[in-house]
């Protein structure tokens, strides 16, 4: 085994390869991401438009399976096919960040060490690029989100982005960065 430390972008690939297929690993680590890239769906599509949204949702709580369904539909023809994928796409590489987040979290608290802060960039990918589906719209910007160019899918594309480098730059969280040994 050679003690040579690779530069980041030699294992990139490999490691985004290991980090998009840990969630799949096992059933527990699989529901994890099922309900993280779940919830984050229902989170941007219902931020498109809070208003209808709360209003349903007081109306009868029992009817949000029909305002996310129309807010899905409002987002197809709003951003269009590429658009709602995106939003998809990120939803899913959410919960993937969040599993993997999970298990750098439980690993970082098992080994004492001071790596806690190696999670903040995919919560704050996380959180950042949900603008480009809908917060901008809950924060009173919605004229800033029609302006924006390919009708904001520029910024999600930008999210969706920001993730893929987290997950890359962690790998499977299985597994020691520094010469390619286990942990």
């Known amino acids: 085994m050679s003690s040579r430390i690779r530069p980041i972008g030699e294992r990139f690939p490999r490691n985004l390869r290991d980090g998009l297929a840990y969630p799949l690993t096992s059933d527990r680590r699989l529901l994890v991401a099922a309900i993280g890239g779940l919830s984050t769906y229902l989170l941007l599509v219902s931020s498109t438009f809070p208003q209808f949204t709360l209003q349903i949702v007081a109306r009868d709580p029992a009817d949000i399976l029909y305002a996310v369904t129309a807010l899905t539909r409002e987002v197809y023809l709003s951003t269009g096919a590429i658009g709602l994928a995106l939003v998809a796409g990120y939803a899913v590489l959410t919960g993937v960040a969040v599993t993997n987040a999970v298990a750098i979290l ?3 608290r098992k ?7 190696g999670v903040v960039p995919g919560v704050l990918a996380a959180g950042c690029a949900s603008c480009g589906a809908g ?10 989100m029609a302006a924006l160019p390919f009708d904001g899918n520029l910024l999600r594309l930008g999210g969706i982005v920001l993730l893929l480098v987290f997950v890359g730059r962690a790998g499977d969280p299985r597994t020691c960065a520094i010469d390619g040994m286990s942990a």
């Open 135 to 144: 917060v901008l719209g809950a924060l009173g910007f919605v004229g800033a």
């Open 111 to 117: 080994t004492g060490a001071s790596t806690l802060l």
């Open 106 to 108: 439980g690993r970082a």
